[in-house]
């Protein structure tokens, strides 16, 4: 087995998100053709997966089957990522909405671990949900992605594989630092690894100013790791990133500092089937 610093890493941009807006930042894709661009810059500057969401012409988060299936046809036109849908789509959502994400076909889905605040809102995500989401994930052969917010959300994600909804051993993002979740600090992190079972695979996330060194630890932890305008919108105080791929080009030169190379879409899906490596 490789150390955990020379283990290859996989790089996974989002994107889109479903609560930045224009306003915020004039370089969000909204378009298909816009987010197939940057799907595939993202995947040049070496992210391996693209975490997707979809808006309606006018900037609103959807999880409309249409938009959905019309993105992914961009993207799979320009380049060979894997596509991971959110099936968490924006709060307020009803389940069957943001389950609409899946007709597309992609490799992956996310799969959220728990009802939470989030900021001011609520996102809901009560256990018979998340149950109903790894069927209606795992029957349509999709490799899901379980998110964690907080440390109750790894018990349910444990849950899952073990009640068998979800086969282990199951990869997770760690989301860190939405105010209503766990913070994004370094002890946090560490505690909340050292509770995953070993063969598990995992990444991080983490929300504003705390994305670059929470990722960054990441690869210096052996995880994985993904950035992208969905989670922060500055490459640095006050300059905001044109686009994701400035981020995941950042992330994956961390990545080779530490010994640790980007790895290629067709490998990232193996070792996540089989997580251990
Ligand atoms: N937009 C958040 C409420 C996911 O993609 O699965 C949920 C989210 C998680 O973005
Ligand atoms: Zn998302």
Not at 28 to 39: G, H, S, W
Not at 154 to 171: R, S, T, W
Request: charged content about 20%; some cysteine.
């Amino acid at each position: 087995m490789s150390t955990a610093t020379h283990r290859p890493v996989i790089l996974t941009a989002a994107i889109v998100g479903a609560e930045i807006t224009r306003a915020q930042t004039p370089h969000l894709p909204i378009t298909a053709e816009e987010i197939a661009e940057e799907a595939d810059r993202c995947r040049n500057a070496g992210a391996a997966i693209i975490h997707l969401h979809v808006r309606t012409q006018d900037g609103a988060p959807s999880q409309s089957a249409e938009l959905f299936i019309e993105a992914v046809g961009a993207i799979r036109a320009r380049t060979d990522v894997i596509i991971q849908v959110s099936t968490g789509g924006a709060v307020g959502m009803s389940a069957e909405q943001r389950l609409e994400a899946l007709a597309c076909k992609p490799e992956m889905a996310t799969l959220n671990c728990g009802t939470m605040n989030f900021g001011d809102d609520i996102f809901v995500n009560t256990w018979p949900m998340m149950r109903s989401f790894a069927k209606a994930i795992t029957e349509k052969k999709i490799v899901p992605e379980l998110e964690v917010y907080d440390l109750g959300h790894l018990a349910l994600a444990k849950k899952l594989v073990n009640e068998g909804e979800v086969e282990a051993p199951a990869h997770v993002q760690f989301v860190l630092g939405v105010p209503g979740g766990a913070p994004a600090d370094e002890p946090t992190l560490r505690f909340m690894v050292s509770q995953l079972p070993a063969s598990w695979s995992w990444s991080v996330a983490a929300v504003g100013r705390h994305q670059q060194p929470m990722t960054e630890l990441a690869l210096a932890m052996g995880g994985h790791a993904r950035v992208g305008l969905e989670d922060n919108i500055y490459l640095s105080k006050g300059v905001l990133s044109e686009g994701s791929a400035p981020l995941v080009e950042r992330l994956a030169a961390a990545a080779h500092k530490v010994g640790r190379t980007p790895l290629e879409p067709r490998d990232a899906i193996k070792m996540i089937h089989r997580a251990s490596t």
